[in-house]
């Protein structure tokens, strides 16, 4: 198994650009989640789905869009990237909620100028 | 609303040292609550949780963890620390569909 896999894992965009995240997971997860990850201040949930076509909205959604037409993928959108979206993100997988451990990528490197 | 709060964003111990991470909590019903680690340049990766069974809770790499109800407090601890326990340390809370991760604690070992 792969687990959970990510790309690009480095990037660097101009402000208003626009690009996908692309996250897989390949445990059959129903779960799927999207972190931003700043110094200071830990993982912050971006948006996260409950299954294909189901997703819903974290703590720091705006500026951000998401879909999942499969289990196996989870992409994220920058529609317009700012200088603010500057961070590393993480995508995380797991096959439950509450006690079941998540499963990470190892991250997307983004820089916005 | 559930928060984390990991006291102090350094810890620096030397070699063969007691290592301990501090951890509270703050949750409106029992929590699930999690330690992970994160190796630089990588995602991260379980250390050890509770779910409410025993509450001290043995992970990888020799580290446990106390769930004290009392202090809301879950903190990390390892008899003697090595050099590749050097690392970022998350404490996390998790209610339902979603997971509050705490600051983060970087874990420096001196030789």
């Known amino acids: 198994n792969a687990g959970v896999t990510q790309t690009p894992k480095f990037q660097v965009l101009k402000t208003g650009q626009s690009m996908t995240l692309q996250c897989a997971q390949d445990?059959?997860?129903?779960?799927m989640s999207w972190y931003r990850q700043d110094p200071g201040m830990g993982l912050r949930l971006i948006h996260y789905?409950?299954?294909?076509?189901?997703?819903d909205q974290g703590e720091v959604p705006n500026g951000y869009n998401v879909s999942r037409s499969t289990t196996e993928d989870f992409p994220l959108r920058l529609l317009s990237a700012a200088p603010s979206q500057t961070s590393v993100y993480f995508c995380a997988s797991t096959s439950g909620t509450g006690k079941e451990t998540q499963y990470f990528g190892p991250g997307t490197r983004l820089l916005v100028l | 609303a559930q928060s984390v709060t990991q006291l102090g964003s350094h810890v620096s111990v030397s070699e063969g040292a007691l290592v301990l991470l501090r951890c509270n909590y703050s949750?409106?019903?029992?929590?699930?609550l999690f330690w992970y680690v994160q190796y630089p340049n990588q995602g991260l990766q379980l250390l050890l949780k509770?779910?409410?069974?025993?509450?001290l809770v043995k992970g990888i790499n020799g580290f446990e963890a106390e769930f004290k109800k009392s202090e809301t407090s879950f903190h990390l601890t390892k008899p003697s620390a090595h050099m590749s326990d050097a690392a970022e340390y998350f404490c996390?809370?998790?209610?339902?569909?979603?997971?509050?991760f705490g600051a983060g604690t970087r874990l420096f070992v001196k030789a």
């Open positions: 949750s409106s019903v029992p929590p699930y």
């Open positions: 445990m059959n997860h129903e779960y």
């Open positions: 996390a809370v998790s209610e339902g569909f979603k997971t509050i």
């Open positions: 789905s409950v299954g294909a076509g189901i997703t």
């Open positions: 509770y779910t409410s069974a025993a509450t």
